[in-house]
């Protein structure tokens, strides 16, 4: 039988509260809330690898839904939804807590894909997932979709990278 593992055995947790130094000119949560999302995801990954060292191989979407205040609390939940030969995929939900009035809601969501490497830094076989709750089947559902357009997206960003300039802009024609 195959190596499974359950998605919310991923699963990390981060709150934080967020201080004046967080805010952009807006008064919002600057963009600072992408590291935190990488950082959580990067844990979700090596959980599930077990492995000292996994690489972001792409950070596939993030998308801001609500803005989050000074007032607010931002917690980062993130575990593993789809697992390829040598890839997974981790899901990031931030939801956002008003400290006053207690209102919670999902302020962004992303989806991370992440490489295990071994000792030799070298790419490892991942263990498949086995989705239980709702939310976890829901997002396991269209993995593969997902997983085929990061590889077309691949692509195309290949195919822009050979029509690059690398040359020094001062020594361009």
Not at 32 to 39: M, Q, S, T, Y
Not at 63 to 68: C, K
Not at 80 to 94: A, D, L
């Amino acid at each position: 039988m195959e190596n499974y593992k359950f998605p919310r055995d991923s699963k990390i947790v981060s709150t934080d509260q967020v201080l004046i130094n967080d805010l952009n000119n807006y008064n919002t949560l600057f963009g600072g809330i992408n590291e935190k999302i990488d950082n959580n995801a990067t844990l979700s990954a090596r959980r599930h690898a077990r492995v000292k060292e996994c690489v972001t191989a792409s950070t596939d979407s993030v998308e801001f839904l609500y803005p989050i205040t000074q007032s607010d609390s931002v917690c980062i939940e993130s575990y593993v939804v789809y697992t390829g030969e040598k890839s997974m995929e981790i899901f990031c939900k931030v939801i956002s807590e008003d400290m006053i009035t207690a209102e919670r809601k999902i302020a962004a969501v992303a989806f991370l894909t992440f490489v295990a490497l071994d000792e030799n830094k070298k790419p490892i076989k991942i263990p498949k997932i086995s989705p239980q709750s709702k939310e976890e089947k829901l997002l396991f559902m269209d993995g593969e979709e997902r997983a085929k357009m990061r590889k077309i997206k691949r692509s195309q960003t290949k195919n822009i990278i050979d029509s690059l300039d690398i040359n020094k802009p001062w020594e361009l024609e």
